[in-house]
Nanobody, 123 residues
Framework: QVRLVESGGGSVQTGGSLRLSCAASINTYSTYCMGWFRQAPGKEREGVATIDLTSRTTYADSVKGRFTISKDNAKNTLYLQMNSLKPEDTAMYYC?????????????????WGKGTQITISS
């Protein structure tokens, strides 16, 4: 059974930073695509950042220059460094992994999902 467990969520003020981690029970080295998605209340889930097995990264326009996705294959862990946080970044953040799609922020190619971690940014 594949498990993805997110950690690192919390509440910070505007302009602050957080780093999310996703501990995976799968080998991240050979996983085609891993990513972070988020869903705010009343809104659809959206892709935040994805990274493929060549470490090619894709970011949503809204987070470019502020967020950085990375992975440590030795630890089978995915990260999301979030800087210059804004109130509109408030959402539940989910880690995902999959073997389909183009690995460019699409959720349809993701086969496995974590339970999520809440991020709240106060102004």
């Amino acid at each position: 059974q594949v498990r993805l467990v997110e950690s690192g969520g919390g509440s910070v003020q505007t302009g602050g930073s957080l780093r999310l981690s996703c501990a995976a029970s799968i080998n991240t080295y050979s996983t085609y695509c891993m990513g972070w998605f988020r869903q705010a209340p009343g809104k659809e889930r959206e892709g935040v950042a994805t990274i493929d097995l060549t470490s090619r990264t894709t970011y949503a326009d809204s987070v470019k220059g502020r967020f950085t996705i990375s992975k440590d294959n030795a630890k089978n862990t995915l990260y999301l460094q979030m800087n210059s946080l804004k109130p509109e970044d408030t959402a539940m953040y989910y880690c995902a992994a999959g073997y389909g799609g183009t690995c460019q922020l699409g959720a349809t190619g993701m086969n496995y999902w974590g339970k999520g971690t809440q991020i709240t940014i106060s102004s």
